[in-house]
């Protein structure tokens, strides 16, 4: 059984930095995309960014245009570890942001690509 374990969200001002870490159990953790995705209330869960496995050759991450040039995706295989680096945090980045691991090794931005979900960190920034 695979479980993903999410940290490092919190409540910040504008402007302010944020790291999440997603923790997997499990083995294979470096055959699968990992991925982040958020949750604002009374919005549908949304795609972050996706990080693909080493298994994909030339493979780069993806990064929703919403988030691009601030947020950046990244895993250490070694340590069953995917992290999510927020920089210039704004309001309308408040969310519940969940980890997930994908069904292979391939990026998608599809919720149904996804089949292990973690239980989700809370990011609040105020203005």
């Known amino acids: 059984q695979v479980r993903l374990v999410e940290s490092g969200g919190g409540a910040v001002q504008a402007g302010d930095s944020l790291t999440l870490s997603c923790v997997a159990s499990?083995?294979?953790?470096?055959?699968?995309?990992m991925a982040w995705f958020r949750q604002a209330p009374g919005k549908e869960r949304e795609f972050v960014a996706a990080a693909p496995s080493i298994i994909t050759t030339g493979g780069s991450t993806d990064v929703v245009d919403s988030v691009k040039g601030r947020f950046t995706i990244s895993r250490d295989n070694a340590k069953n570890t995917a992290y999510l680096q927020m920089n210039s945090l704004r309001p309308e980045d408040t969310a519940v942001y969940y980890c997930?691991?994908?069904?292979?090794?391939?990026?998608?931005?599809?919720?149904?690509?996804?089949?292990?979900w973690g239980q989700g960190t809370q990011v609040t920034v105020s203005s």
């Open positions: 499990g083995r294979a953790f470096s055959s699968y995309t």
């Open positions: 997930a691991r994908g069904l292979g090794p391939f990026i998608s931005r599809r919720n149904e690509q996804y089949n292990y």
